[in-house]
C-alpha cells in the first residue's frame, strides 16, 4: 500500500519545500535560543528576598526574577545611552543601530529579543524603502529577471525581491544565526589609533565576531547568513536567474556591502564629531 505522505511530498515543488523550510527556520531559531538562555537561568543559584530587602524606601522589591528581567530589559530599550547612542544616523540617512561607539569588557550581551528586535530595525527602517526602489530601477534597466519583461509590473516585482533580500539578509545575519549560534551581532569599534590600522580592524570584523560571552570567534553569522539569505533569494526569482552565478553574484554583493558598512561604522563618529564642532 502507497504511503500517502511520501506521495504528498513527491508531488510537492522544490520551491514550496524551500517556502517550508525558511518558514520553519524563522519559527523554530528564536524558540530554540530562548530555550537555551531558560535552561541557563534555570541554573544560576536563586536569590533568596530577605524581609528587610523586601521593602526599601517605601517601595516593594520582592518581585520574582523573571519579571525583574522584563523590567530592567524594558528600561534598556528605552535608554537611549548618550556615550553609545542608539538612534544614530551615518550621515543622518543610514541607519547605524548595530554600532557599540565605546565597547567596554563588561558590556551586557544582547538577547534574543533583542537581536531580532535589531534585525527588525535595520529591514524595516525607513531608509531600506526608498533604497529597494533605486536598486529595483538599476535592475529593471539592467534588464535582470528577463522573463519579467518591462513596465510598472514588472518594476514592481523587481521591487519586491529587492526588499525581500534586505529583509531576510538583515533577520538572518542578525537576528536568526546570531541566537543560534551566541553571536553579538553589533559592530564594536576600535576608535583609536591610526586610520590604517583602524580600517584593517573594520575588514577583520567580517571575519571575527564577538561572542555573548565576550570571547571572539569566527564571524559564522555573516557568511552563513548570507549564504543561506541568497539561496532563498533563488526560490523567488525566475528560471534564467537560479543558477551558481547568481547565487554568487548576490552572496559577494553583500559581503562587499557589508565591508563597506564596517568601514562607515568605524569612522562615522570621527566625522560625526567634526560636524557638531565646526556648528
Avoid: C
Avoid at 529583509?167 to 551566541?182: C, K, Q, R, W
Avoid at 571575519?207 to 559564522?220: H, K, L, M, P, S
Amino acid at each position: 500500500m502507497a504511503n500517502p505522505i511520501s506521495g504528498t511530498i513527491a508531488r510537492t515543488s522544490p520551491d514550496s519545500l524551500r517556502v517550508i523550510l525558511l518558514v520553519l527556520v524563522f519559527a523554530v531559531s528564536p524558540v530554540m535560543a530562548r530555550t537555551q538562555e531558560t535552561l541557563a537561568a534555570s541554573q544560576s543559584p536563586a536569590t533568596v528576598q530577605t524581609p528587610q530587602a523586601q521593602q526599601v524606601g517605601g517601595q516593594d522589591t520582592d518581585k520574582p526574577a523573571p519579571e525583574k528581567a522584563k523590567n530592567n530589559e524594558k528600561k534598556d530599550d528605552q535608554k537611549d545611552d548618550s556615550y553609545n547612542p542608539k538612534n544614530d544616523r551615518i550621515f543622518l540617512v543610514i541607519p547605524n543601530y548595530g554600532t557599540v561607539e565605546h565597547p567596554t569588557a563588561n558590556i551586557a550581551p544582547l538577547t534574543v529579543k533583542q537581536k531580532f528586535k535589531t534585525g527588525a530595525e535595520d529591514a524595516f527602517d525607513t531608509y531600506s524603502v526608498p533604497l529597494a526602489g533605486v536598486v529595483a530601477a538599476i535592475s529593471q534597466a539592467k534588464d535582470d529577471d528577463a522573463e519579467w519583461g518591462q513596465g510598472w509590473g514588472a518594476y514592481g516585482k523587481r521591487y519586491a525581491v529587492t526588499y525581500a533580500d534586505t529583509v531576510i539578509g538583515s533577520f538572518m545575519t542578525t537576528g536568526v544565526y546570531p541566537s543560534l549560534l551566541h553571536e553579538d551581532p553589533r559592530y564594536f569599534r576600535k576608535g583609536a589609533g591610526g586610520f590604517r590600522k583602524r580600517s584593517w580592524y573594520a575588514v577583520t570584523r567580517l571575519f571575527v565576531i564577538r561572542t555573548d560571552a565576550g570571547n571572539q570567534q569566527f564571524n559564522y553569522s555573516e557568511f552563513m547568513g548570507n549564504a543561506t539569505a541568497a539561496g532563498i533569494s533563488l526560490t523567488y526569482h525566475t528560471k534564467g536567474e537560479r543558477d551558481f552565478s547568481s547565487f554568487g553574484g548576490d552572496y559577494l554583493t553583500q559581503i562587499a556591502i557589508d565591508a563597506f558598512a564596517n568601514q562607515l561604522k568605524e569612522f562615522w563618529p570621527d566625522i560625526r564629531h567634526k560636524f557638531q564642532k565646526n556648528k
